[in-house]
């Protein structure tokens, strides 16, 4: 029987990482009907308790829906969530969301958002990218007291709107933060 040197170990171990690597990399496994399911819910959601957000969704070109961001933190937080951006009612790509954020902060939240691309050169700007930061570019539309959305003439010629809902637990603080989306294969 022949003795197995750490030099032979190393060698063979680094000629299998591709193969390895290739287990995982998602075609042929039902995350893609997951999101999709999880995608589809969230809509439904969005439609049946913020009607208001049909009208924006017939006028966008395209959304990209996060169905759960997980998010927390202490003085230095982060979040994760994974969706899927659809155009003309279809999925055409998967995504996953990564926040940081460091500041006067404590706790953990999740919540859903979807952002609707109101034009042609903003979805295109968004598919072309290899990570797309959301930035000052956004209009974010929260939920008011009287659980009503709400868009005005800004935000109607914003090129991104951002809907919010969804949101439980509790994080308290001021932080700057930023998210960037990454196209994945689930």
């Not at 997951?34 to 819910?41: L, M, N, Q, T, Y």
């Not at 961001?69 to 990564?98: M, P, Q």
Request: aromatic share 10%.
């Amino acid at each position: 029987m022949k003795n197995l040197s750490r030099r032979s170990f190393t060698l063979g171990a680094l000629a299998a990482s591709p193969l390895l690597a290739a287990c995982g990399n998602g075609v042929g496994s039902v995350g893609s009907q997951k999101i999709d399911a999880r995608v589809d819910s969230t809509l439904n959601y969005l439609y049946t308790r913020y009607p208001q957000t049909r009208d924006i969704a017939a006028k966008s070109v395209g959304q990209l829906v996060m169905p759960l961001i997980t998010e927390g933190g202490f003085i230095v937080g982060g979040g994760y969530g994974r969706g899927a951006l659809r155009v003309g009612g279809a999925t055409v790509d998967y995504y996953s969301a990564t926040k940081g954020s460091v500041g006067l902060q404590i706790g953990a939240q999740q919540f859903a958002h979807v952002l609707f691309f109101m034009t042609q050169d903003s979805l295109a700007g968004f598919r072309r990218a290899s990570g797309w930061v959301a930035g000052a570019d956004i209009e974010y539309v929260f939920s008011d007291q009287g659980e009503n959305l709400r868009a005005d003439t800004t935000t109607a010629s914003t090129p991104v709107l951002a809907v919010i809902f969804g949101q439980a637990g509790a994080l308290v603080g001021a932080s700057l933060e930023g998210t960037k989306y990454t196209r994945i294969i689930p």
